[in-house]
């Protein structure tokens, strides 16, 4: 996606001025790829992860005067992108069972970056989506619990559980 394509899903109504561009266009710049990765990994397809992130930053480009005085819009683009991608699959699930979709495209022969896709793949979303913000965003507790809609000791428990989970998977595979 491109900040001109973001540009049109906004829309016509949406009318920043030239410096809101230009402050949108160096956040877009600096936090694409961050929401793609993060995104990829919650919801663990990488195509489903392109389109939450094109729709998120289409809805922070429109919302960007109110956005761009938030602590952190990253957290704000991540959570969106995460809840749409999140329905498209329950809304896809109604219809016909969720395909097997690893992403192996992103860890092309680098068999511990597959090994690490794999076994963050086999944590439960909701672990999952913690462990990526925390560890791949790097957002702190706080942040994190606001992007995800919860608690900060829910943040806490599921990221505990999520690490255990993950040192349990690699004893595993190393025993």
Not at 64 to 92: A, C, E, F, H, M
Not at 115 to 137: K, N
Request: glycine share 8%; hydrophobic share 40%; proline share 5%.
């Amino acid at each position: 996606m491109n900040l001109q394509s973001t540009r049109e899903r906004a829309g016509p109504a949406d009318e920043a001025g030239p410096a809101d561009d230009r402050s949108f266009e160096a956040f877009y710049r600096s936090h694409v790829d961050r929401v793609y990765r993060a995104l990829a990994l919650t919801l663990g397809n990488v195509e489903l992860a392109r389109e939450a992130t094109d729709e998120a930053m289409a809805r922070a480009y429109a919302r960007w005067d109110r956005l761009s005085t938030y602590d952190n819009p990253g957290g704000w683009v991540y959570r969106v992108g995460s809840n749409w991608g999140t329905s498209w699959w329950q809304k896809l699930r109604r219809e016909r069972p969720m395909p097997e979709h690893p992403m192996t495209a992103a860890a092309a022969g680098d068999p511990a970056g597959q090994f690490a896709l794999e076994a963050l793949g086999r944590l439960p979303r909701p672990q999952r989506a913690v462990v990526v913000c925390r560890v791949l965003l790097d957002l702190s507790t706080a942040e994190t619990a606001t992007a995800l809609g919860i608690a900060e000791g829910t943040v806490k428990s599921r990221l505990a559980r999520g690490l255990a989970a993950l040192r349990g998977i690699v004893t595993e595979e190393r025993g």
